[in-house]
Each structure stands twice: as C-alpha cells, then as structure tokens.
C-alpha cells in the first residue's frame, strides 16, 4: 500500500464516528407531565463518541453547556433558540446543561460520559438548578 493511501486510511479511521455510537434524543419542553422547564430526560449515561440530540418540542429552549460543569478538555456548546442541535461528547466526565432562557427556573440537565460518577457544582448555580441537579443525582444513583 502507497504510504498516502495508508495515512489517508489511518486519518479516516480516527476522525470517523464509530459505527457503534448512538444517539440520544432530549426533549425540551415548558411544560410537561414530569413539571415546568423541563429536559426529558434529565440524565443519559452515554458512551463516549455518542451523539446527543436536543429537540425543542415546544418554543423558547435552548441547550448550553454550564460554565463550571464541563469535564476539562470538553469544549462547550450552545445551540440556538428554537434548533434542533447535534453534539458529539467525546471527553469523559459529567456535562451540565442549561437552558439559558430559564436557567434560574431550573431548567437543567446531567448527561455522564463514560464512567465519571462526580460532580461539581459552580458556587454561582442558581437555586432551582441546584435543587434540579440534586433531584436529578438522587433519582440516578452511581
């Protein structure tokens, strides 16, 4: 084999998602059975490589990661009001989501990449963010 021809292929096979990876919707809502400002659901455990997909079911969400709460080396994100936004977690570790619009009501999420049961909070979360995580963390023990 030509030694471009085998780099080529070396490249292709490391930036190439997986074929085993997955995707996982959430869903954001106002207003559901489970309560208001609401990501469903409010925790994945998700293999590295997977794919999360945020899907505003009704207007006005958005997903971001929180400053703070982003394993180190992760690079954050922030969709758009109203889009239906892709990402692609690669980096171990715990992720907290926000919806920036309603992130004082609590609006949050916890997506687990990997096996990384800790995590920290900023000292800034807002008060219903901290009751959402701390409800999330209890209903998903390690």
């Given at each position: 084999m030509k030694p471009i021809v085998l780099l080529l292929s070396v490249l292709t096979a490391l930036t190439a998602r997986p074929a085993w990876a997955e995707t996982h919707e959430v869903q954001m809502y106002t207003r559901n059975a489970s309560g208001p400002m609401i990501y469903e659901p409010e925790f994945l455990r998700i293999a590295p490589g997977d794919e999360v997909r945020f899907i505003p079911v009704q207007p006005?969400?958005?997903a971001a990661t929180i400053d703070g709460m982003t394993p180190e080396g992760?690079?954050?994100f922030k969709s758009q009001i109203n889009e239906d936004y892709t990402v692609t977690l690669t980096v171990p570790g715990r992720y907290g989501i926000k919806c920036s619009p309603h992130f004082a009501m609590?609006?949050?999420m916890l997506i687990e990449v990997g096996n990384s049961p800790e995590t920290t909070f900023p000292a800034d979360l807002p008060r219903r963010a901290q009751d959402?995580?701390?409800a999330i963390l209890?209903?998903?023990p390690e």
């Open positions: 006005g969400h958005n992760a690079a954050p609590g609006m949050v959402r995580f701390d209890a209903a998903n």
